[in-house]
């Protein structure tokens, strides 16, 4: 757990100081030819890409992209969802009918087929687009799992005593059932990065993403796709951090939902 | 169970009309019209136009448009696709067969892999040996699939030439083949893609088999088996197993979206010719007709799917078997 | 229920085991710990005794006292967190139990020691036909053919009291009602005439009708086949009805160890007398 969050740490150290540590400007094409495609060395510790670019300084950059894009996907996908499953959950009734089957329909069909259509609609997509896209297919999950802890907050005795004491129901909502909502939302963000950071770079790299000459992890990699035995440095580098960070999230993930949900039971 | 079998029935097709009223309203949200593209296409008139705007009821209210939808939909009536130049629904006839065969084969070399993984886990639980495999599993779902696509692509077919890279079926001999000579080339050309989306289904079915396999390891009836003399082998694989089968095709039928997604990356990768490609051709071809098709059909297989699970589950479990 | 002052009737040459019997079982300071997160739990802290065969014994105790967990320790079925303490010695039958591996004792659990749980619906898997698993002992245990294993699995049933046993044993346990579960697991339990059968709790989940058919199917086996039987049981009731020797168990150790007619009587230890006292009456206390 703890190598896993200082793994995390390291990455988004790194997407910060991007422009710090790069060695490269990562758009950089100097037009010589001997430049293309470099394996790794000395100088190119990432080796280079058909466009003579420097694939460590792009994989730096390409951090604060897929990296950020994912995290503020996920808390728009983490709002949207808590705020519709929440009311879902509370006002119960055919609100919750309605939200629900909404729900199934959107949940049945495969997200990268979604995300597919959306971005034939729309055309080519700017960074911010992408997010927007990201966290508007995201929140499907996160409200059902929101409706359901919802529900069984409303039922809880401190609930229940506070709105016998007359509290408006809003109040009631926002004072008891929401903290409630915190640690299970935390666990879903967290795992729910995880499905993204892969789900972007997909994207990117099926060329429907970022768009080039900005860095994704995805569109590195999509440079050599036609040959990845050839150059296979500018698969793997990217790739790496890719299952780097992916790994880290999911074990991160993974440990706090054992901590909130036998929170009641022993684990002997 | 006739009442369940019905019940099922009814909430799968509540759910596609529900897609497809959400594909309507994506049609509609979208800028233009969904034919304005196909007028690039010289072939096509002004007058072919209006006839198409005219049959999808453009020309028309709202309500009336949303109603023609739903009847060409239902008579199989998908558009034109003009980056193709053929009927919709005859694109649809070629490449889903092939997306099916693909997943078809992903799925059931996955589930048997990792039924077989996750029993083992669960028996050896606590060797070392389980736990690395656990942790393997835990790595390789952390590889997204298309990487996963371009390693096998990278390794054995480039490096070993072991299987074709590409393809459905060998595009030079292919038609000259007798019947069993094609089956073969299209199994040889099957196999990276399905054991591609086969290696990622198998690490995710052993994960949740071996929970369930663990979950019911403690039970009391696993206890009586133990003291009636069975050994390890028995406890586990007799009595336990038959009761994590129940939840694991339930759980089958929830990995099929995700599965459908990790087609689309590997048809892509490896040029098999099935829906996901397709579908990736015609957003990069603005072919709109197509692209909604192509999540139609996506829809449907999967809500087709998990209502197939459902069913399945519920008739493996003798309690709930009694009614009816 | 059974009010253990009225009952002191046993007729002895049927009930009390005859002590001059050779000891079947012998448990020397039995030590069971169980270890977790929150640290080690000593749940049986050196206990000793010893059952002489066909003798019915009774181990009483309150909820936690750590019946339970001898009973798996003999059995050798403990969870995964129990240890137990290295100082410990079973013999049974001769054989030193906690020497054996595993293939060994999975030989004998079935065929020479046997045991009773205490809740059917949760001691049955949901998804085998009762038959099946009845005729899973005898399979476990060098029968070959699955159709005679079944026909005995159907003459057991037969025998523990199920009507229409043939019929039955193609039902899932759901389907059967709790006493018929309790008696599906004494079918199980007696398949291959064990020298020895814990029953833990055997019909605290029951009903009291109930109660009083198995207690007396119990005995009426028990005479038939002369096995000894070591009874885990809060229930006094019990304890009068079947047993000749009761042990009582008190956090994890034993603190009287007599024939029942003495416990009933003239207890030696003031723990039990209070158990005995705690024992609900209808008539008015002495």
Redesign the interface.
Known sequence: MKFAAAVLVLFVVVAVAAPAIAPHDPRATPQSETQKNLPPSGAHPFGTDQYSRDVLSRVIYGARVSLGVAVVAVMLALTLGAAIGAVAGYAGGWTDIICMRVVDAMLSVPRVLLLLVLVASTGPLTVGGIIVLLGCTGWPGTSRLVRGEVRLLKERDYVLASRATGTPEWRVFVLHVLPGLVPQLLVTGTLALATVIPLEAGLSFLGLGVQPPTASWGNIISDAAGRPGDTWWVVLFPGLAIVCTVLAVNTIGERLRERIDPRGRSRA | MRRFLLARGAQAL??IA??A???FT?VH???GDPFAASLDDPTNTAALHAQQMHRWGYDQPLPVQYLKWLGNLARGEFGWSHSRNRRVADVLLETVPRTFLLMGAALVAGVLAGLALGTWQAARRGTPAERASGTLA??V???????VA??A???PA??WHLFPVSGIADPAMHDSMSAIGRAWDVTRHLVLPAGTLALLTAAGVSRYHRSAMLAML????V??????????Y?AVVR?AL??AL?PLITIVGLL???L??GA??VE??FSWPGVGRM??E???G?D?PL??A??LV??VL??LG?ALADVLSAL????LR?EA | MHDPESRCFHDPSAEAGDVTAPVLLDVRDLVVTYVSDAGAVRAVDGVSFAVHAGETVALVGESGCGKTSVAFALMRVMAPGARIGAGSRITFDGADLLALDERAMCDLRGRKISMIFQEPASALNPVMKVGAQVAEVALLHGERSKRAAWDRAVAMLDRTGIADAARRAHQYPHELSGGMRQRVLIAMALMMRPALVIADEPTSALDVTVQAQILDLLRDLQRETGMAVLFITHDFGVVAELCSRAMVMRAGRIVEDAPVDRIFHAPADPYTAELLRAVPRLTADR
């Open positions: 509540a759910v529900l897609v009223t959400l594909a994506l949200l979208a800028p835990t790595a779902l952390s590889v997204p699939e298309f990487l371009l390693a692509l990278a390794l480039a490096r403690p039970e009391e009836f206890r009586t088996a133990r003291a009636k003399g069975a050994g390890e028995t009595h038959r009761n129940g099929l979206p995700t459908f997604g689309v990356f892509t990768i579908m990736v015609a957003v990069g603005n709109y692209v909604l192509g999540v996506g829809s999967v809500v998990s493996a479990d003798p309690r009694i």
